[in-house]
Each structure stands twice: as structure tokens, then as C-alpha cells.
């Protein structure tokens, strides 16, 4: 009984929050316009699926091309500065520093540059998620135990080959730890874009959807985006247990 | 090329730092090692037995002096070293087996066929050699899957497989307890009758030493130099009750004493 309880006890949770959602609302006789229930919101799903599914299809798509772009970089980048400790030292700040601005603040600039729409989202998920990989790429390669490192250059091995036998599979944990907060930093940078500039995506469609006062199909805006980036992340923790399960020790 | 100095150390110290800020680890030191030898540098910690050890698996370039190997100037030719630390620092995502073959897919000449051979010549290398220390059936195992002593058995299998020209051990049994650390020092025995490699072994346990080794250098504290330099006769090979009759204590008590009776810090002779 105990164990099954354990492994059901995440998703009773959720069935009631939703439970508890539905019954407040009613009981506190709360209107749509405020809170809509959430029998509400996934009638307004159903109902307004066509018109839904191509600013999913849409928020989907820029999410991904901007995490793979990204991914790409920050995997680069922290290779990079993580093997020297000369670039360490001189592009931490910087990118600490752009790290550090708004992301929703550079989307007008990126809309000045190449006009709104798609190109603004891509870039948008691309800038916020490389971040994180950087940092966590860059500190499992420079944190190779020193006398492992003392091995390897005793055996006369070229930095390459330290980086390419030690430093990056050892920094594989921390990578695909990155991503998968890196899938989710994504999602959150293309629907800022698409609510700041853009005629498509969630985001574009919650925005006119509260303007016109249909507030269920704004939650199911919402739901839609909860559905879009749970399951990214669950693919991500599956393609991490199945590169990286020895740092699980569950091989 | 003279066995007698097959590795030669010639007035070498170290200094740390620069500017009026300086440590010096090791005073000019100068030392001979025979091929085939097994010599145990002990002594109080932070003397300047890692540093030695550094200095010939050219990791740390001496500020002063010069280093040969073969008759020839370190550096010259490329010189195969094994080298095994108290950590043993295996690779966690290989199989016990890969992390012992990682040497091959480094050194040459065995690097150029690594590929080829990995599967069959260089897989019955490292099976062999596992075989040697007791840990046949561990091949396909992770390392977390090993206790700590086993851990240090295929980290000397690591050291060995590229057939190193020098084996060097910084106190690969330091973090033992005391049982596993003796079954160890005859696996390490056992290894070296076999194989006859030159071993350098810096340990601050006088026991181990003097069951190890060949010849036995004691240093003085920082900045470290040579204080006694002596052979140990015991017949190969040694049985570990060696390790409890007199001549043996004997031997430890005055290893013992050369390092607490050292003379404390003392001036560098300039050369």
C-alpha cells in the first residue's frame, strides 16, 4: 500500500488542486471573469482547439529552434571558458552581465532589428536559456579532480584529449542538468516575445484573448503552455537518466 | 646509458613565487636512481617528496638544476610514466576495464592502434593485468562499485598497462585502513618482481617503505633536502611478518628518528 501511495501521491495532488479549484469556485460563487473553473477552461480548450492549435504549433516552434540555437552556443561558450582559466576570468562578467538584464527588456530591440514576429521569439528563448548551460558546462570541466588532471599530463596528453576524455564527459551530468531548466527558460522567452511583439503564439493569443474578456480561453492559453513545457522537461529527464545514469549510480 | 643513472637529478630545487614573496620547496638536491630500482623518498609532509615526483613526471619545471633520464636531458625524449595518486580518480562513466585501458588511448605507441585493438590485443592487456591484482571478476563493474582498496588495485593497473618506464606512486595506500593497505603492499610487491619497473614511492608511512622499497632517501622539512639515503636488504620476496621482527623495527625506529631529530629549518646553500 505505502509504496503505491508514494508513486500516486504526486498526481493526487494535483487532481486536488483542481478539485479544491473547482469546489472554491463555486462555493465562493467567484466569476468567470475573475477565475474561471477548471471545467471551464478545458471546455474553452475544446472549443477553441482549432483556433489554438496553430499558436501552439507556433509557440512550439520558436521554443525550439531558440533552445537549439541556444543550446548550441552556451554548450560552445562553456566548453570554452571552462577549459581556460584565462577566458574564465574575462567572460564571466560580461555574461553575468547580460545575463542580468530583463530578457522582456531586449525584445523591442530585437523587434527593431528584424521586425516583429518569429524572429524576435527564436531569439528570445535563444538568449535565455544559454546561460545556464554555460555555467554548468563550464564548471564540470573546470572542476576535473587536479590529480586526475596530474595523470593525464603525466601520460603526456594534450589539452584535447584531457578535455575530450575527462572534462566533457564528466561535465555531461551538469549539461543535461542545464537543459532541462534551460527547455523551460525557453518557453517563458518566446511567449514574452509573442506577447511583446508578435500576430502568433500562445502568448499573442492569451493577449487578445484578455483584451476581448474571454478569460477561459486565457487560462487555457495557460494550460496549454503548463501541458507544452512539462512534457519537454519529461523528455529531457528521460535523454539525461539514459546519457548520464552512472553519475546516478543507477546503471 | 648507464643503468646506475637511469634517472638523475642534478642540484635541482624548486622555489614557489616570485619576487620577494618566495617558498622554497626544494633545496638543490641531487639524486641518482637505478633502472629497475624501488625507492621510497620519505619524510614530514610538505618537504618536497611530491615535488621530486613532479619534477620527473615533468609536471613542475625545477627553477634551478637539470634532470636526466637515460642520459639524456628531461624533456628530450619522450619519457612513459605511470603515475597513481591517493585519490584514485577513476572515471566514473567507464567500465573498470576502460579506465585502466585510458593510458592506451593516450600514449604512443599504443595510441595509433587504440581503435583497432580495443576490443581484442588491449582488452587481454587490461584483462591480464586485473587478473594479476585480484579483480577479474570487478572488469565490467563501475568503479563505485568497488571498495576503496580495489579502487587502488585498478588504479595501479592504470599506472602499469602503458608499461611505464617510471612508476611513480605519491602515498597511493594513504588513505587505507590498516589491513587493506598491507594486502596492497604485496599486490605492489608482487607487481614489481614481475615486472621490474622503476618505481618512486613517497609515502609518510616508515613501514611501508621500509617492506617496499629497494633504497629508502629521508628528507627534511621544508625546504626539503636529503638527509639519509639507504638500501634495505630484506630478501624478495618480503612475507608481510617481516613486518614484525626486530631487524625490521629496528630499521623503522631509525627512519623514525631521522625525521623527528631533523634538523629544523635551515639556510639554502646557494649554488
Known amino acids: ?251 | 646509458m648507464s643503468n646506475a643513472r637511469y634517472v638523475e637529478l642534478e642540484k635541482v630545487g624548486v622555489t614557489f613565487g616570485q619576487g620577494t614573496e618566495t617558498t622554497e620547496a626544494l633545496q638543490p638536491t641531487s639524486l641518482k636512481i637505478a633502472k629497475g630500482d624501488f625507492l621510497a623518498l620519505v619524510g614530514p609532509s610538505g618537504c618536497g617528496k611530491s615535488t621530486i615526483l613532479k619534477l620527473i613526471s615533468e609536471l613542475l619545471p625545477p627553477t634551478t638544476g637539470n634532470i636526466f633520464f637515460g642520459g639524456r636531458e628531461l624533456g628530450a625524449n619522450p619519457v612513459r610514466v605511470g603515475m597513481a595518486f591517493q585519490s584514485a580518480s577513476l572515471l566514473p562513466w567507464m567500465s573498470v576495464r576502460d579506465n585502466i585501458m585510458l593510458p592506451l588511448k593516450i600514449v604512443p605507441p599504443f595510441k595509433a592502434g587504440f581503435r583497432a585493438k580495443k576490443e581484442g590485443e588491449y582488452r587481454e592487456r587490461a584483462d591480464a593485468l586485473l587478473a594479476q591484482v585480484g579483480l577479474e571478476d570487478f572488469a565490467d563493474k563501475s568503479p563505485w562499485q568497488l571498495s576503496g582498496g580495489m579502487m587502488q588495485r585498478a588504479n595501479l593497473c592504470r599506472a602499469l598497462i602503458h608499461d611505464p618506464d617510471l612508476l611513480l606512486l605519491d602515498e597511493p595506500f594513504g588513505a587505507l585502513d590498516q589491513f587493506t593497505r598491507e594486502e596492497l603492499w604485496q599486490t605492489m610487491q608482487d607487481l614489481w618482481i614481475e615486472r621490474k619497473p622503476t618505481v618512486i614511492l613517497v609515502t609518510h608511512d616508515l613501514r611501508e617503505a621500509a617492506y617496499l622499497a629497494n633504497r629508502i632517501c629521508v628528507m627534511s622539512p621544508r625546504p626539503g633536502r636529503i638527509v639519509d639515503d639507504r638500501q634495505v636488504a630484506f630478501p624478495r620476496p618480503r612475507p608481510i611478518d617481516l613486518t614484525f621482527q626486530a631487524d625490521f623495527g629496528t630499521l623503522v625506529q631509525e627512519l623514525r628518528s631521522l625525521i623527528v631529530h631533523a634538523p629544523k629549518e635551515k639556510k639554502a646553500v646557494t649554488v
Open chain 1, 1 to 251: 500500500m505505502k509504496p503505491i501511495f508514494r508513486k500516486t501521491a504526486p498526481a493526487l495532488l494535483i487532481v486536488g488542486v483542481f478539485v479544491f479549484w473547482e469546489l472554491f469556485c463555486l462555493a465562493a460563487g467567484i466569476s468567470e471573469l475573475v477565475l474561471p473553473r477548471p471545467t471551464r477552461i478545458l471546455a474553452a480548450f475544446f472549443e477553441y482547439a482549432h483556433a489554438i492549435w496553430p499558436h501552439a504549433w507556433q509557440t512550439l516552434y520558436t521554443t525550439l529552434v531558440g533552445f537549439v540555437f541556444g543550446v548550441g552556443i552556451g554548450l560552445s561558450l562553456g566548453v570554452l571558458i571552462g577549459s581556460s582559466k584565462l577566458a574564465y576570468d574575462t567572460a564571466y562578467p560580461l555574461l553575468v552581465g547580460i545575463s542580468s538584464i530583463p530578457k522582456v527588456a531586449v525584445v523591442p530591440i530585437f523587434v527593431l532589428w528584424f521586425g516583429a514576429g518569429t524572429v524576435p521569439a527564436i531569439l528570445t528563448a535563444m538568449i535565455i536559456c544559454i546561460f545556464p548551460i554555460v555555467v554548468n558546462v563550464s564548471t564540470g570541466i573546470a572542476t576535473v579532480e587536479p590529480e586526475l588532471e596530474d595523470v593525464m599530463r603525466s601520460l603526456k596528453a594534450k589539452r584535447w584529449e584531457i578535455l575530450w576524455n575527462v572534462g566533457l564527459p564528466r561535465s555531461m551530468p551538469y549539461f543535461f542538468a542545464s537543459l532541462k531548466v534551460a527547455i523551460t527558460l525557453s518557453f517563458v522567452g518566446s511567449v514574452i516575445a509573442e506577447t511583446v511583439a508578435s500576430n502568433k503564439g500562445v502568448g499573442n493569443m492569451m493577449l487578445i484573448a484578455s483584451s476581448s474578456f474571454n478569460v477561459p480561453l486565457v487560462f487555457a492559453g495557460l494550460m496549454v503552455l503548463a501541458v507544452m513545457g512539462i512534457t519537454l522537461y519529461a523528455i529531457f529527464a528521460v535523454i539525461e537518466r539514459r546519457m548520464v545514469g552512472w553519475a546516478l549510480r543507477k546503471q
